[in-house]
């Protein structure tokens, strides 16, 4: 499978692996470097989730974790993100939610992805 990627500058931090992409706010920085050694290094889905929250969740405004194994991929989103996934069966639209610590969900059949995360503003 060829993958493409695409990043339009914002204020949020991008550690893209090979498996693994994360996003995270500004506030997030302190967390950047350490997230970065842990995707480079090929750690599981579980492993940079652990990574993503050991600061605490109090600190963390919001935050994107997707990971795909194929076409088989898992997002979480805290906050302001939207992931949206281009599936077999169409269109999939998975939204984070201040209501909530994590929206998370597994999606089969995986052919395309798009993240958003919104500045301060609230500018996309």
Same mark, same amino acid.
């Given at each position: 499978m060829t993958v493409s990627r695409t *990043?339009?500058?914002g204020d949020w931090y991008g550690v893209?692996?090979?498996?693994? !992409?994360v996003l995270l706010p500004p506030e997030a920085k302190a967390r950047v470097a350490t997230l970065w050694e842990t995707v480079d290094e090929g750690a599981s889905f579980d492993e940079v989730l652990d990574a993503v929250i050991s600061g605490g969740l109090r600190s963390l +405004?919001?935050? *994107?974790l997707v990971s795909g194994?194929?076409?088989e991929v898992k997002v979480v989103i805290r906050g302001v993100g939207e992931a949206e996934l281009t599936t077999d069966d169409g +269109? *999939?639209? !998975?939204?984070?939610?201040?209501d909530t610590t994590w929206v998370e969900r597994n999606v089969s059949g995986v052919t395309g992805l798009r993240v958003r995360v919104?500045? +301060?503003s609230g500018a996309a």
């Open positions: *990043v339009t500058p893209l692996g090979d498996d693994v !992409i +405004p919001g935050f *994107v194994d194929g076409r +269109p *999939v639209t !998975i939204s984070g939610s201040a919104a500045d +301060p």
